[in-house]
């Protein structure tokens, strides 16, 4: 028997767990580790299934090949000639944004998809370049890009500290928190009650967060950017506004005060749904110690992502709890990218078809079957997965997948054959999260406490690290063949990550591949420390609270907080447009949700996350199932513009009037894939009727929730 600890890579919370193995390697038990220095013994039912995850019998342990349309195993040899033989040409006839990439959300939870994917996607010099932050958090990035300077400077709720929480369209007591790393977010948020302070809730749904909290605002979707600045407009009404020590670092302040004077609480209150006197009293609650306002995915996938991310900001900037303890704040990793960073930019080029700008050099999702199913120079020809499952995971999901049987050749970096890697001419698998090490280099950078910790491989892996099979396809494309040498690429990779940071590469003296990166970074970043340095403290490293960071994290070209931002504020009109609107004439709209025992679209394949009967159902509320004639139980059609799907009903006062609510990342039940759980508990694909066509036009984030559809009985 033997125990190691680990990191949890499922989700953004970081937990250290103890897993236990018996002789034949087997694992027997995977429980919270109570000495890890941030999670401190939590687990949730996905930690506790990364055994069931190991040992899935449908994970796949050779390389695909797809051969009169059927799915042999074959070598990695054959793999990579096969590729060598195919995707080449494409690129020499067609050029390369001929070959697109979508990049999907493990890979942001796996140090060598993150680390070496950037060297394949560069090699490649696609401006095809897609993955799941145009269907999650580029909004986000687009407010800290402008505001900040810095698409990465993202601010979080200093969670420990804080004695007020406004959470906007998040449910961290189910998703375990996301842009707010922070482990045991129960936990967190009773301490907050503990001290006397206070949570409130906005958000279509009486979610487990909303339950929990002091006080619950039934927001109607897509709305939020009208309550947010119905907010802005109180505080600067009644003399609220006080930024403190920010007032030196603000550029825009008038610019916001004009901006919100014509959504006052009055003017919102008809379209959000929530009265006048208690936007007065959120104003005003806001403006008391330790307050922060925080917005996630439902404030993010809609119609107004961008402009509410950003009055997100504002708010914690107009009562001075940006950059202030208790307050809304910018970590500082251990791996923090320092100096040289480049400012924020959008629009260096655009989507072929639909003309849709570039963001953080990525195109939204949204298009990707328009640029493959439009002939013309410059269509997308072959496509390049990499841990993304788009066919569940992306709006108008029956026309990608359509669109995918189209491509000259596709190749899936991928551990199972699923709904998307079905299409692939190619599946290359890669090790288990037990597998390979782990480090949470994108996590840290979100983190409610300043920790660092390294994972060892526990496991030897029969299967190649995934950052040799990105250099690998990064030798095929750049031309060196399959024969490409893999240890030169990699010194080639540490040799620039140390150039980059000032030091000589020599210092990580033998290491190779994300190890070298990880200990240059370290060693480059703010905390002196190598990576002996975390192989010595297997629970972690606690680096402490959040501190202050302005001025040296902006990198604004007027080195100061733009609070209101050009390309943002260009967004307002749109917006004064929705405020104009009857809303008595609003239908029916579509918003998603999650459960505790899911990751998106992957996880349904591990018999202990599914069991309990089907969850994902279309859930209604009492007074609109009466109008439509639906019952709990029975089966209804649901309808967009962009498809149609049946769903067994829920009937519940959950969601509020007006609004329907089905889980994504289900329907599972295609040809061809190879997950046996999944397909006998295959839900229904939530995104065959989420519409393309809806963005948040800045970011071009799609528009998941307050997707206008018809429900009927079937
Ligand atoms: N309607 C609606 N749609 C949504 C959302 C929503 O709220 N509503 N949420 C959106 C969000 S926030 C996100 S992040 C996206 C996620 O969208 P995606 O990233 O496209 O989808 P995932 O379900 O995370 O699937 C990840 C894929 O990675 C594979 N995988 C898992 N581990 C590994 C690994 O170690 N290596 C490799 N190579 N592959 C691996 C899985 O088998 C799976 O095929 O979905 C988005 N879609
Ligand atoms: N168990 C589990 N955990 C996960 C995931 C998972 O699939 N399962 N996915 C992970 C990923 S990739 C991400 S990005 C995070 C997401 O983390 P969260 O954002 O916390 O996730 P959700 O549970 O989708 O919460 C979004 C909430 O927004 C609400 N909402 C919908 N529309 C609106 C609106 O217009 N306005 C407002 N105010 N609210 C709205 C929804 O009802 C929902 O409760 O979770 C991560 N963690
Ligand atoms: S909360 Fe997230 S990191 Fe923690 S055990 Fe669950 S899935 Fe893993
Ligand atoms: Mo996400």
Redesign the pocket.
Known sequence: MTTAHVTC?LCEATCGLEVTLDANQQVTRVQGDDKDVFSRGYICPKGASLGALHHDPDRLTAPLLKRDGEFVEVSWQEAYDEIARRLPPILEEHGRDAVAV?????????I??TLYGRVLYKALGTKNFY???S???LPKHYSAGTMFGDPLAIPVPDLDRTRHLLILGANPLVSNG?LMTAPDIRGRLRAIRERGGKIVVVDPRRTRTAQFADEHHAIRPGTDALLLFALVNVLFAENLVAPGRLEGHLDGLEDVRELAQPFTPEAVAPRTGIDADAIRRMARELTSDNAVVYGR?GTT?QAFGTVASWLVDVLNVLTGHLDAPGGAMFPLAACQPTGNRRPFAVGRWRSRVRGYPEVVGELPVATLADEIETPGEGQVRALI??????C????NAGRLAAALDSLDFMI?????L????RHADVI??????LE?PHFDLAFYQLSIRNVANWTPATLPSALPQ?WE?MLRLTGIVAGQGPEADVAALDDFVAGETARRNGLDVAVAGERTGPARLVDLLLRAGPYNVTLADLEAAPHGMDFGPLKPRIPEVLCTASGRIELAPEPVVADVPRLREELAKNAEADGLVLI???HLSS?????HNLEPLVRGGNRCTVQVHPADATRLGLTDGSLASVTSRAGKLQVPVEVTDEVRPGVVS????WGHDVDGSRTRVARANPGVN??LV?DETLLDVPSGT?V??GIPVEVAPV
């Open positions: 890579p979508y990049a999907g959300n493990p890979g942001v939870h796996n060598a998809l993955s799941a932050t269907v999650d958090q996301s995915i996938t997965t990499v841990s993304g499952n788009p569940l995971s992306t709006p899936s970096v991928d551990v199972y699923n709904e998307t890697s290359l698998p890669g090790p288990s999260p390979r995934e099979t998603g949700r999650r990751n998106n679209s992957w996880m089905i889980p994504h990342g939530s995104n989420a799609s998941l929730n």
